[in-house]
């Protein structure tokens, strides 16, 4: 895990070189101010999901090295002038970062989706709305509590509120794959008749599919806004941060991320 420290590079010279005339101490404050002496910064550490897949993000060989979430971070660290450090990790893992304080920016978290409440970190403004949805190979509209005895395909550790009571009842059974895009997969190759997803893993997934192939939304589960937790301490430009995901939502900047991987 990297941590958090700030090195200084000075240009220097030998004590016993060094002559205390008024001179030389100007020539060093002038060098100070010119940025002779400069702080180096360490980089924002970003979580990213290591089960997280397209088009939240694409890992290979362990990093993130593209997807929504990756482009985010490069652009959000790139506004308040550091480097973006993105540590892969377990979910579990992740949870436990974040209580002891080991992540800066947690991105794609809604507050409804947080079992623990994490203390010192602040929200940002939402960056995206993320439409939940009941798909199938069929076009044909359904509620899912007019659903009986079938196996839905979810994903792993979710949690999906307006499905719990169903859950519970037996009336739907929980079928968990590791990741989003193996939920479809699996739905694609007839395993079960639904799934849930989100819309831009519907759209991702669909892409360049043949239309007997593509899978289709038959019912909204949820809409909700997601955003970013940002760790709140003097070591972070917590609020540097803020203003700028604030500026980027309103330039459009957030909203273009997003059309890319439409």
């Not at 009986?148 to 794959?177: K, M, W």
Request: glycine content about 4%; charged content about 25%; aromatic content about 8%.
């Amino acid at each position: 895990m990297t941590r958090f420290q700030t090195t200084y590079r000075c240009d220097t010279i030998p004590s016993r070189l060094v002559r205390p005339n008024p001179a030389y101490r100007l020539a060093m404050a002038l060098a100070l101010m010119s940025g002779t002496c400069m702080a180096e910064e360490a980089p924002l550490r970003f979580s990213i999901t290591e089960s997280g897949v397209m088009p939240m993000v694409l890992i290979s060989k362990g990093e993130a090295v593209d997807g929504i979430l990756h482009d985010l971070a490069i652009q959000v660290s790139e506004k308040v002038d550091r480097r973006a450090d993105l540590q892969v990790m377990p979910r579990m893992r992740v949870h436990r970062a974040l209580l002891n304080h080991e992540i800066d920016v947690r991105c794609y978290v809604n507050p409804a989706w947080l079992d623990t409440p994490y203390s010192g970190y602040a929200w940002s403004v939402p960056f995206m709305l993320q439409r939940d949805l009941l798909v199938s190979h069929s076009a044909q509209p359904v509620a899912p509590e007019h659903l009986a005895n079938q196996s839905i395909g979810t994903v792993l550790g979710f949690h999906y509120p307006t499905l719990e009571a169903l859950f519970a009842a037996r009336q739907l059974q929980r079928d968990d794959a590791r990741t989003q895009g193996l939920v479809l997969r699996k739905l694609a190759a007839g395993r079960y008749d639904y799934a849930v997803t989100n819309e831009l893993a519907l759209l991702w997934f669909n892409r360049g599919r043949s239309e007997p192939e593509k899978l289709h939304e038959v019912h909204e589960l949820t809409h909700v806004e997601v955003a970013c937790l940002v760790r709140d301490a003097p070591d972070v430009p917590t609020q540097a941060l803020l203003d700028a995901m604030r500026q980027m939502q309103e330039r459009g900047e957030f909203a273009a991320i997003l059309q890319r991987y439409r």
